[in-house]
C-alpha cells in the first residue's frame, strides 16, 4: 500500500486525482495478475500453485507439478520476469475400461511471475523433485539484506 | 443508424469490462497470492476387469506422510505436508501452495479384495491398485444353443 500525500484541501477534484493514481498503480504494480487470469489461462483450469519466498539471500520459487516429466517443464527467466511452462502429457495406460473420476487436470500451462528484488540469474538453480519444482535463485548484493547496529 | 451503431460499440465495450473484471476479482486471494490454498487431492479412478485404479495427485508428499486405510469398500487417503511457517526467516511474497493436511474418502462400486491393496508414490502421483474379490471379476456367459 502506498504512502498517499495528505492534502488540506479537500476537494473533488483532489480526489479524482487520488482516484486516478490509485488505478494507475493497481494496473502498473501488477501485470503478473493480469497476464495470468486473460491471457492464454483464460478457459484453461490449469493453475498450477506457486509459492515466492523471499530470504535474506536468496529467493525460492515452489510449484506444485505432481506427475510431470523432467522434460516437459521450461523455465525461462529474463529482466526479473520468471515464466514456468510445460506439459503435462496423458498418461498411456493399459486397459481402461470405465472412468468413475477424472479430476486431474492435463496439458499445457504457462504462470509468471515478477521477482521482487534483483536477482543474480547466472546461477539459478531448479530441482524437481517429488512433484514439486523448485528454483533457488541468490540475489544480487545489494539486495541482500543487510542488518545495521544500533548503537 | 451509424448512432445506434456506435451504442452497441459502447455497450459491447461495457460487456468487455465487465468480464474482464469478474474473471480477475472472481478469485481476490489466489489472484494476489496472499492466502494458503487447500490441497484438493485430485482423483482419477477406473476400473477394469481385474482390479481398480485410483491416481491422486500429491505433489511435495514423502511416502511417510501418506496414510491410506480401508473400511470395507471405502479407502480413506490422508497427507500431511509440513507447515511452511515453522522454518525461520521466511517471508512470503507470493503464497498459494498449502501447508497442513488433507483428507480423502474414496467408495468404490463393488468389493476388493484388501489384502491385496498395492500403492506406488512417483513424482507426486499417488497410485493405488485395488483388486477386486473374485466374485466381483466378471464371468463370460456362454449361451447354449438347443
Known amino acids: 500500500m502506498n504512502l498517499i500525500k495528505w492534502k488540506k484541501q479537500n476537494n473533488v477534484s483532489n480526489e479524482i486525482a487520488n482516484l486516478n493514481q490509485w ?3 493497481f494496473f502498473n504494480e501488477s501485470p503478473d495478475l493480469f497476464t495470468q487470469n486473460c491471457s492464454i489461462n483464460k478457459g484453461n483450469p490449469f493453475l498450477p500453485e506457486i509459492d515466492v519466498i523471499e530470504n535474506d539471500d536468496r529467493i525460492e520459487v515452489k510449484v506444485d507439478l505432481p506427475g510431470f516429466e523432467k522434460e516437459n517443464i521450461h ?4 529482466a526479473n520476469r520468471l515464466r514456468i ?3 503435462r502429457k496423458t498418461e ?3 486397459k481402461r475400461n470405465h472412468y468413475f473420476k477424472s479430476e486431474r487436470v492435463f496439458g499445457r500451462f504457462e504462470r509468471a511471475v515478477t521477482l521482487p528484488t ?3 540469474a547466472q546461477n539459478i538453480k531448479a530441482v524437481y523433485k517429488n512433484g514439486v519444482l523448485e528454483l533457488t535463485i541468490p540475489k544480487t548484493e545489494e539486495s541482500k539484506v543487510k542488518q545495521i547496529k544500533v548503537n | 443508424m451509424s448512432f445506434y451503431n456506435r451504442l452497441e460499440e459502447l455497450f459491447d465495450i461495457q460487456n ?3 468480464n474482464f473484471f469478474e474473471h480477475v476479482f472472481a478469485n481476490t486471494d489466489r489472484t494476489f497470492g ?6 484438493k487431492l485430485d482423483a482419477d479412478l477406473w476400473e477394469n476387469d481385474q482390479e481398480y485404479v485410483i491416481k491422486i495427485d500429491v505433489p511435495g ?3 511417510n506422510q501418506i496414510d491410506i486405510s480401508a473400511i470395507n469398500n471405502t479407502l480413506a487417503i490422508k497427507v500431511s505436508r509440513p507447515d511452511i511457517d515453522q522454518e525461520e526467516k521466511k517471508s512470503f511474497f507470493r503464497r498459494e501452495r498449502f501447508s497442513g493436511c488433507a483428507e480423502r474418502h474414496l467408495t468404490l462400486p463393488s468389493k476388493i479384495n484388501r489384502d491385496s491393496i498395492s500403492a506406488v508414490c512417483k513424482n507426486g502421483v499417488l497410485e493405488i491398485h485395488c483388486p477386486k474379490t473374485e466374485e466381483e471379476k466378471p464371468r463370460q456367459i456362454t449361451i447354449k444353443t438347443e
Open chain 1, 92 to 94: 498411456e495406460e493399459t
Open chain 2, 61 to 63: 508428499i514423502e511416502k
Open chain 2, 34 to 39: 496472499l492466502y494458503e490454498g487447500k490441497l
Open chain 2, 16 to 18: 468487455e469490462l465487465s
Open chain 1, 75 to 78: 523455465v525461462e527467466f529474463n
Open chain 1, 23 to 25: 488505478i494507475s498503480d
Open chain 1, 118 to 120: 534483483g536477482v543474480n
Open chain 1, 85 to 87: 511452462t510445460g506439459e
